[in-house]
């Protein structure tokens, strides 16, 4: 018997369009899968199997009418519990927001409905957002499936763990420095974020506003392919939303090709702190892609080495003042209510037992980031850096199609290694943050296992904004030249559980 | 840059509506240090001449029809309140007495 488990999403699909199974069969195996080995990753915070089932229903109902189903229909999902759910909580990984019901779904939750696809719950991240480990969630940890004494990669930790666990074929994630990509790239999944305003931020809890982008996360790069069409395009309620068409990603994802292809290899991603095996990976990768008929070249994009630097100073600043809304008033915890204190000294100590310590440090570093007397020597610099990284962009996209690098300068830490070391923590973003900066598409596929402890390397493509259909291109020639030489995908290797 | 002290942590935290605890402030102006100490350097690079960057996107002002649309009732945009009267968010006191 097929372990539904273990298909692809459009292999999936396929299978509940033509009757072999039902999404019912496959909601349960999935929700059986969850209940069997999820004590051990803790990806979710949250299942609903009762929505689940009821939605896989609908698909089978639909489909027992004769009606015609979407290219995902019946597919499960993990989604990350930053986008709102109507009727189901919605954390952000944060005791600020726990217990709180939306009362409206996101747009993402809105189209992945509307596709008939079946969301299984809600996955583990760092609180709101802020980390690349997922452990600052307020809810627990969770673990790597390759290794669950180490990291999955965060914020979307609890959606790449599930992918790479087999809990979940689909997740959605959120990428404001790297979150889609790093977690990718740790647990051997893909992960892609699209260009800046490509998917709608309506519900989407807010961290950094100019740099937050939803995205599909999946173990395939078609069925990220699938999930990206499903989710995107414009939405008046977002007024950051791009007001095109979505680019032709599954048409590109079915046509994998790097033949004439433009590949630069940007020099600043390299040399201290890069560990050796992700090194090797990488540059075998560029030597498929040489094989595969692509043309690569070298470049150097030099304020890309300030990238990290101007991201803390602007990620923090949109931070302190996006949060600021969690005042305990209209929703959410409120601490310390007791008649006798004034508004803001309940806001104060709502917020002080609310957030937890990364959250009260990226608040705390915005705030004085945009101070008057320090606004100029930091936001203000931090501004004119994005500016010359976004040049860097723009001159090596004059010379090449797409450029690529390791997802992360190491593979997945041990859980705890650099838990209360801020800057140690935020080396892991170093190679994903320029192109959240600049609003550019990005990818982070499996590349390998290093070969000094056995875990996944993630390879990374980045094109032009809008032209998010070359990462797929390029991904899909990647991965079947990849699986063809390891005789099968790379998560087969990974521990069953 | 000079070192940030505790008491500037306190005050940012009362900037940011933190009331944080005593043993807080020396684990956060060790870290705050730090992490300015690191991102000083973006002072370093840009010239007086680049223009700063806000947004990916050149956008200004994206404005909609203003046509009455579906929105949540009361009832569903009080669901998620601490406290509410008369479909209004009870909330502390937010004047002072004079």
Do not use: C, H, M
């Given at each position: 018997m097929t372990d539904l488990t273990r298909l692809t999403a459009a292999e999936t699909a396929a299978k509940i369009a033509s009757g072999e199974t039902s999404a019912v069969e496959v909601a349960q195996a999935h929700l059986d899968r969850i209940a069997a080995i999820d004590e051990k990753v803790h990806a979710f915070l949250h299942v609903d199997t009762d929505g689940a089932l009821a939605a896989a229903r609908a698909v089978d109902d639909k489909r027992a009418r004769g009606e015609k189903l979407g290219p995902l229909a019946g597919v499960p999902l993990a989604l990350k519990d930053i986008f709102t759910t109507e009727g189901v909580p919605t954390t952000v990984g944060s005791k600020i927001l726990e217990g709180w019901i939306p009362p409206y779904d996101a747009t993402v939750t809105k189209r992945l409905k509307a596709a008939g696809i079946v969301i299984l719950g809600k996955t583990n991240m760092d609180e709101f957002a802020m980390?690349?480990?997922?452990?600052?969630?307020?809810?627990?940890?969770?673990?790597?499936?390759?290794?669950?004494?180490?990291?999955?990669?965060?914020?979307?930790?609890?959606?790449?763990?599930?992918?790479?666990?087999?809990?979940?074929?689909?997740?959605?994630?959120?990428?404001?420095g790297g979150s889609i990509r790093q977690p990718a790239a740790v647990t051997g999944t893909v992960g892609v974020k699209p260009t800046y305003g490509g998917v709608s931020r309506y519900g989407m809890v807010a961290f950094s506003s100019s740099l937050d982008q939803g995205g599909p996360c999946a173990r395939t790069v078609l069925d990220a392919a699938l999930l990206h069409e499903a989710i995107a395009g414009h939405d008046p309620l977002d007024s950051t939303s791009i007001d095109a068409p979505v680019p032709p990603v599954v048409e590109a994802a079915r046509n994998g090709d790097v033949k004439g292809l433009r590949v630069g290899v940007v020099k600043e991603f390299a040399g201290e702190g890069y560990q050796a095996g992700v090194m090797q990976r990488f540059n075998e990768s560029v030597e498929l892609l040489r094989e595969l008929g692509a043309e690569v070249v070298e470049l150097s994009c030099p304020s890309f080495s300030y990238a990290l630097a101007a991201y803390y100073l602007i990620a923090p600043s949109e931070c302190s003042s996006n949060l600021a809304r969690f005042d305990g008033l209209r929703y959410g915890l409120r601490t310390g209510d007791d008649g006798t204190r004034s508004a803001e000294e309940v806001t104060s100590l709502t917020r002080e037992a609310g957030f937890g310590p990364e959250v009260k440090r990226r608040i705390m570093l915005g705030t004085y980031a945009?101070?008057?007397?320090?606004?100029?020597?930091?936001?203000g610099s931090a501004q004119k850096v994005r500016t010359l990284i976004t040049r860097d962009f723009e001159r090596a996209f004059t010379d090449v199609d797409v450029l690529v690098s390791p997802t992360t300068p190491t593979t997945a830490f041990p859980i705890g290694e650099r838990a209360d070391d801020p800057m140690a923590m935020y080396l892991a973003d170093l190679c994903t943050i320029p192109a959240n900066l600049a609003g550019n598409a990005a990818m982070s596929l499996p590349c390998g296992l290093a070969p000094e402890d056995g875990l996944p390397v993630g390879l990374q493509i980045i094109a032009p904004a809008l032209a998010d259909d070359r990462l797929y291109r390029v991904g899909a020639a990647v991965e079947a030249a990849f699986t063809a030489r390891w005789g099968h995908p790379l998560l087969e290797e990974a521990p069953t559980l | 840059m000079p070192g940030i002290t505790r008491e500037e942590v306190a005050h940012l935290g009362r900037l940011s509506r933190l009331e944080l605890k005593d043993e807080e402030l020396d684990h956060f102006a060790e870290q705050l240090d730090e992490i300015i100490g690191a991102v000083a350097r973006v002072s370093e690079v840009a010239g007086e001449d680049v223009p700063p960057t806000s947004h990916p996107l050149p956008l200004t002002n994206v404005m909609r029809p203003d046509t009455v649309r579906p929105s949540l009732t009361p009832e569903q945009a009080l669901s998620?309140?601490?406290?509410?009267?008369?479909?209004?968010?009870?909330?502390?006191?937010?004047?002072?007495?004079?």
């Open positions: 980390g690349s480990s997922t452990e600052n969630s307020a809810y627990g940890p969770t673990s790597n499936p390759w290794d669950l004494t180490r990291i999955p990669g965060g914020s979307g930790g609890g959606s790449s763990a599930a992918l790479a666990s087999f809990q979940a074929p689909l997740a959605i994630g959120t990428d404001t945009l101070s008057s007397g320090y606004y100029d020597a930091y936001y | 998620g309140a601490p406290a509410q009267e008369q479909q209004r968010f009870k909330v502390p006191q937010i004047l002072g007495e004079d």
